[in-house]
């Protein structure tokens, strides 16, 4: 260390008495670094000012003044730009390097604090004022220079960057000051945290700071340390598996052994040879068992291609489920498991009587097919279409039970992801191939029956489209030939039996539903339900709430009372639970003993279950007693539903209000039927100050409920010539079919289960459009028989067969009170009520 007032070691010159320290220094700014007092320090000078400075002062006394720049990457600092402490620097010595930049060793003698500047070229000169540091004496400064010098110590051996020799000059200092200065000269830290060391006035507080940084130091090169200690090991141990394998496969090769490797690539061969793949799959899984066999099994790429292989042997390329073509027993199991759905079993048995037809007389061999762009299709893809709860998802089942075939069932509801049909390519982490090929590996047959739920309830979004996957695997000129996005080779999907199931087809994409062979299933009658629950609701509940037979017998005109009163559905769901909630009661009095058989009639039912729901023929002769209500037929993804529209009239100004959350098609059916209907006012006796003197409110009730359509145009258009001619409209009448303006009814879709809803409901006459008369042959005979149908051609025949004739009371009075006027006698009322 040089001390003041002494020779410099290094080049023999004299570090001047600070006492003599000149007022103004030439001020030298560095970059990125920190100069204390008692060290030294090596410096490379490169800018033309500063070399211009060390040019001026190394002829006198050598001493700079040594400021760091705040911003370190200035090339150039400003007064501005620099801190307010620096320090007194003397040159020790000095060499110039060929390529003009001087290298230089300063020594740092004492600290001072920037005053005015006085000179900015060439250089910067400045006043300087000293700030001697307060030395503090005692135990807590000695406790501190002993933490630092440890806390050195031990980040020395955790980076042993600096020589022996300096970390034992630093345990030798014993000054408080020298011992901080030093340590933080050699220690890392960045420059705002060097720079406030030395702007410290006390040295315990340099002291406490600079043991601050030094614990955290030790913390992060042990973590570090930690970190590369694991590496390290767990590197060693991949070696030491990898050289004891090949140690134990030489062992194995001596012994004539085989090794763990080599066994598995022999199974999979087997495997892969007994699979019967076709040309394609079997050169590809021969191409990645040969990549396997060369790959040491620690290898990453050794796990992806094991697991390829695991699939693609695994996948039934050659087994089939032998089809039962017996049509006899065939029918049978249908029937057994399914009541009514006869479009359905017959569409079975036609596919089961092509199959043994084509079995039974093979083709002649004439060469080639005359066709050479499309092959024979085996499969069948059929997609059911009904509301819930009529056995569209059961009766797949019941079709693989007559075939003799596996059953797959595949929920498709609330899918975004075309992977989920295609899978992912092998490129991703844990990829897998879609769900189609996961389910035919996991039932080991490729021509089962596979049930594809709730297609119409697929979504897509930034992940793809997986219904436009579902194109090829349903196309039967493409999916001879389905190619998954994991396995990479085509795949025969035609001899499976697809079978689709929806609600309704609005939400299908059209190029799917044109590979699909729709099948619709409409609703169950009260004869249907009650069959229904006789051979399959009641005894499944009785098996389920532990219920002997004998136990509890429910009457038909129990369960018809379930049907009427509190159920309204076109499928059985909710009447299961009915008959289910009986079953509960009646095993409630057996278990405490109060009955032993129970014995549930219409009363019965009703004690058990309460006040009932529904109203049936009574709501409707309630509802539509008063002038201005209509009964209308509406068509739901659920079944069939009977609307009320209602309509009112106030005094106003020609006003026309709509609500009851109507789409924009019903809302201008409405308008149209206002339009017909004052057209002819006349006819009707509707008198035009009327329409003058009111406002008009149509509304459908069940506002919180969307509705929209055309169908609904018939009934709006009676319900305001009711409102208008006081007369009432029949209480046992539903109605449906579209409106013109010239006063044509359109026909409309859905008839079959509009029909039945207005059946539930006990309607007996329904008025629909004569060009729907071909549709009623879908209706059950049992309920044509009970229902009387009127065709119609133009909201003339609507009126005359929908409103009560005009001298019988209505209960509606006008706006103002008075008895409503008493419309003109036209030839066809008069006919209608004779």
Same mark, same amino acid.
């Given at each position: 260390?040089?001390?003041?007032?002494?020779?410099?070691?290094?080049?023999?010159?004299?570090?001047?008495?600070?006492?003599?320290?000149?007022?103004?220094?030439?001020?030298?700014?560095?970059?990125?670094?920190?100069?204390?007092?008692?060290?030294?320090?090596?410096?490379?000078?490169?800018?033309?000012?500063?070399?211009?400075?060390?040019?001026?002062?190394?002829?006198?006394?050598?001493?700079?003044?040594?400021?760091?720049?705040?911003?370190?990457?200035?090339?150039?600092?400003?007064?501005?730009?620099?801190?307010?402490?620096?320090?007194?620097?003397?040159?020790?010595?000095?060499?110039?390097?060929?390529?003009?930049?001087?290298?230089?060793?300063?020594?740092?003698?004492?600290?001072?604090?920037?005053?005015?500047?006085?000179?900015?070229?060439?250089?910067?000169?400045?006043?300087?004022?000293?700030?001697?540091?307060?030395?503090?004496?005692?135990?807590?400064?000695?406790?501190?220079?002993?933490?630092?010098?440890?806390?050195?110590?031990?980040?020395?051996?955790?980076?042993?960057?600096?020589?022996?020799?300096?970390?034992?000059?630093?345990?030798?200092?014993?000054?408080?000051?020298?011992?901080?200065?030093?340590?933080?000269?050699?220690?890392? #830290?960045?420059?705002?945290?060097? !720079?406030?060391?030395?702007?410290?006035?006390?040295?315990?507080?340099?002291?406490?700071?600079?043991?601050?940084?030094?614990?955290?130091?030790?913390?992060?090169?042990?973590?570090?340390?930690?970190?590369?200690?694991?590496?390290?090991?767990?590197?060693?141990?991949?070696?030491?598996?990898?050289?004891?394998?090949?140690?134990?496969?030489?062992?194995?090769?001596?012994?004539?052994?085989?090794?763990?490797?080599?066994?598995?690539?022999?199974?999979?061969?087997?495997?892969?040879?007994?699979?019967?793949?076709?040309?394609?799959?079997?050169?590809?899984?021969?191409?990645?068992?040969?990549?396997?066999?060369?790959?040491?099994?620690?290898?990453?790429?050794?796990?992806?291609?094991?697991?390829?292989?695991?699939?693609?042997?695994?996948?039934?390329?050659?087994?089939?489920?032998?089809?039962?073509?017996?049509?006899?027993?065939?029918?049978?199991?249908?029937?057994?498991?399914?009541?009514?759905?006869?479009?359905?079993?017959?569409?079975?048995?036609?596919?089961?009587?092509?199959?043994?037809?084509?079995?039974?007389?093979?083709?002649?061999?004439?060469?080639?097919?005359?066709?050479?762009?499309?092959?024979?299709?085996?499969?069948?893809?059929?997609?059911?279409?009904?509301?819930?709860?009529?056995?569209?998802?059961?009766?797949?089942?019941?079709?693989?039970?007559?075939?003799?075939?596996?059953?797959?069932?595949?929920?498709?509801?609330?899918?975004?992801?075309? /992977?989920?049909?295609?899978?992912?390519?092998?490129?991703?982490?844990?990829?897998?191939?879609?769900?189609?090929?996961?389910?035919?590996?996991?039932?080991?047959?490729? &021509?089962?029956?596979?049930?594809?739920?709730?297609?119409?309830?697929?979504? &897509?979004?930034?992940?793809?489209?997986?219904?436009?996957?579902?194109?090829?695997?349903?196309?039967?000129?493409?999916?001879?030939?389905?190619?998954?996005?994991?396995?990479?080779?085509?795949?025969?999907?035609?001899?499976? #039996?697809?079978?689709?199931? /929806? &609600?309704?087809?609005?939400?299908?994409?059209?190029?799917?539903?044109?590979?699909?062979?729709?099948?619709?299933?409409?609703?169950?009658?009260?004869?249907?339900?009650?069959?229904?629950?006789?051979?399959?609701?009641?005894?499944?509940?009785?098996?389920? &709430?532990?219920?002997?037979?004998?136990?509890?017998?429910?009457?038909?005109?129990?369960?018809?009372?379930?049907?009427?009163?509190? =159920?309204?559905?076109?499928?059985?769901?909710?009447?299961?639970?009915?008959?289910?909630?009986?079953?509960?009661?009646?095993?409630?009095?057996?278990?405490?003993?109060?009955? =032993?058989?129970?014995?549930?009639?219409?009363?019965?039912?009703?004690?058990?279950?309460?006040?009932?729901?529904?109203?049936?023929?009574?709501?409707?002769?309630?509802?539509?007693?008063?002038?201005?209500?209509?009964?209308?037929?509406?068509?739901?993804?659920?079944?069939?539903?009977?609307?009320?529209?209602?309509?009112?009239?106030?005094?106003?100004?020609?006003?026309?209000?709509?609500?009851?959350?109507?789409?924009?098609?019903?809302?201008?059916?409405?308008?149209?039927?206002?339009?017909?209907?004052?057209?002819?006012?006349?006819?009707?006796?509707?008198?035009?100050?009327?329409?003058?003197?009111?406002?008009?409110?149509?509304?459908? $009730?069940?506002?919180?409920?969307?509705?929209?359509?055309?169908?609904?145009?018939?009934?709006?258009?009676?319900?305001? /010539?009711?409102?208008?001619?006081?007369?009432?409209?029949?209480?046992?009448?539903?109605?449906?079919? !579209?409106?013109?303006?010239?006063?044509?009814?359109? $026909?409309?879709?859905?008839?079959?289960?509009?029909?039945?809803?207005?059946?539930?409901?006990?309607?007996?006459?329904?008025?629909?459009?004569?060009?729907?008369?071909?549709?009623?042959?879908?209706?059950?005979?049992?309920?044509?028989?009970? #229902?009387?149908?009127?065709?119609?051609?133009?909201?003339?025949?609507?009126?005359?067969?929908?409103?009560?004739?005009?001298?019988?009371?209505?209960?509606?009075?006008? $706006?103002?009170?008075?008895?409503?006027?008493? $419309?003109?006698?036209?030839?066809?009322?008069?006919?209608?009520?004779?």
């Amino acid at each position: 260390m040089v001390q003041e007032g002494q020779e410099s070691p290094e080049g023999g010159s004299l570090v001047p008495d600070l006492t003599q320290l000149p007022d103004e220094l030439p001020i030298l700014p560095l970059l990125g670094l920190v100069v204390y007092p008692h060290t030294a320090v090596p410096l490379t000078i490169g800018q033309p000012r500063s070399i211009k400075l060390i040019d001026d002062v190394a002829g006198e006394k050598r001493l700079i003044g040594l400021v760091a720049s705040k911003n370190p990457d200035l090339e150039q600092p400003a007064p501005e730009d620099l801190y307010r402490y620096g320090t007194v620097g003397s040159i020790q010595r000095l060499f110039r390097a060929p390529d003009g930049t001087i290298r230089m060793i300063v020594h740092g003698l004492a600290r001072f604090e920037l005053g005015e500047f006085t000179g900015l070229e060439p250089y910067l000169v400045a006043r300087v004022h000293l700030r001697p540091e307060t030395v503090e004496e005692g135990l807590e400064i000695e406790a501190q220079v002993r933490a630092a010098k440890d806390q050195f110590q031990k980040a020395a051996e955790l980076a042993p960057t600096l020589p022996r020799e300096i970390i034992a000059s630093v345990v030798l200092l014993e000054d408080p000051l020298h011992v901080a200065y030093t340590i933080t000269n050699y220690q890392r #830290m960045d420059l705002e945290e060097a !720079e406030a060391i030395l702007e410290e006035d006390s040295v315990l507080a340099k002291l406490g700071r600079l043991n601050a940084l030094l614990g955290r130091e030790i913390e992060v090169l042990s973590l570090g340390q930690q970190i590369q200690q694991e590496a390290r090991t767990e590197i060693e141990k991949v070696q030491r598996e990898y050289f004891l394998r090949e140690q134990l496969k030489a062992i194995q090769r001596e012994l004539g052994e085989s090794d763990e490797q080599a066994v598995e690539v022999e199974e999979f061969r087997k495997r892969i040879q007994a699979a019967g793949m076709p040309e394609e799959a079997e050169k590809q899984a021969r191409r990645e068992l040969d990549r396997l066999a060369r790959l040491p099994t620690a290898a990453a790429e050794y796990g992806v291609i094991r697991t390829y292989l695991d699939w693609l042997a695994g996948l039934p390329w050659s087994k089939v489920s032998a089809d039962d073509l017996d049509l006899a027993h065939a029918r049978q199991v249908l029937d057994a498991d399914h009541y009514g759905l006869q479009d359905i079993k017959q569409r079975i048995l036609e596919y089961l009587a092509v199959r043994k037809l084509r079995a039974e007389r093979p083709a002649p061999d004439e060469g080639p097919s005359p066709d050479a762009i499309r092959r024979e299709r085996e499969g069948v893809i059929l997609c059911f279409v009904g509301p819930p709860g009529v056995g569209k998802t059961s009766l797949g089942r019941s079709i693989a039970r007559a075939m003799g075939r596996e059953f797959i069932r595949l929920s498709l509801g609330g899918v975004h992801d075309e /992977a989920e049909i295609r899978g992912h390519r092998r490129t991703y982490i844990g990829a897998m191939p879609g769900r189609i090929l996961q389910a035919l590996r996991r039932v080991e047959s490729r &021509n089962p029956v596979f049930m594809l739920d709730e297609v119409d309830k697929m979504g &897509n979004d930034f992940r793809g489209d997986p219904s436009s996957a579902l194109l090829e695997v349903l196309d039967p000129e493409q999916n001879r030939e389905f190619r998954d996005h994991y396995l990479e080779v085509a795949f025969d999907l035609s001899q499976v #039996m697809f079978i689709t199931t /929806a &609600n309704w087809l609005e939400t299908i994409p059209g190029p799917l539903l044109d590979r699909m062979e729709v099948i619709q299933l409409s609703g169950y009658t009260e004869l249907e339900k009650l069959a229904i629950a006789q051979q399959y609701l009641l005894p499944r509940q009785l098996r389920e &709430n532990g219920l002997r037979p004998g136990e509890v017998a429910i009457r038909d005109e129990a369960l018809r009372k379930l049907i009427r009163s509190y =159920t309204r559905e076109a499928g059985v769901r909710n009447l299961e639970r009915e008959i289910g909630r009986l079953c509960r009661k009646a095993a409630t009095r057996i278990a405490e003993g109060k009955e =032993t058989a129970v014995d549930v009639d219409s009363d019965r039912a009703s004690e058990f279950l309460g006040k009932a729901r529904f109203q049936g023929a009574e709501e409707t002769a309630e509802r539509t007693s008063l002038a201005g209500v209509a009964a209308g037929l509406a068509w739901t993804p659920t079944g069939g539903e009977v609307l009320f529209i209602e309509a009112t009239a106030m005094p106003g100004a020609k006003q026309f209000m709509l609500t009851g959350s109507l789409g924009q098609v019903m809302q201008e059916s409405a308008r149209a039927g206002l339009s017909l209907v004052r057209s002819l006012s006349s006819k009707l006796g509707i008198t035009e100050k009327f329409w003058v003197t009111h406002d008009i409110h149509l509304h459908i $009730p069940a506002g919180a409920v969307p509705k929209d359509g055309p169908s609904a145009g018939v009934t709006m258009a009676v319900a305001l /010539a009711s409102l208008a001619t006081g007369r009432a409209v029949r209480h046992d009448v539903g109605m449906t079919g !579209e409106i013109t303006l010239r006063g044509k009814v359109l $026909p409309i879709g859905g008839l079959k289960e509009k029909v039945m809803a207005a059946h539930r409901v006990g309607l007996k006459r329904v008025i629909l459009p004569r060009r729907n008369e071909p549709d009623l042959e879908d209706v059950p005979a049992e309920i044509k028989d009970q #229902m009387k149908f009127i065709l119609a051609d133009t909201l003339d025949d609507v009126l005359v067969a929908s409103l009560e004739p005009a001298g019988k009371a209505s209960g509606v009075r006008s $706006p103002k009170g008075r008895p409503a006027p008493r $419309p003109a006698r036209t030839r066809r009322a008069a006919r209608a009520r004779s």
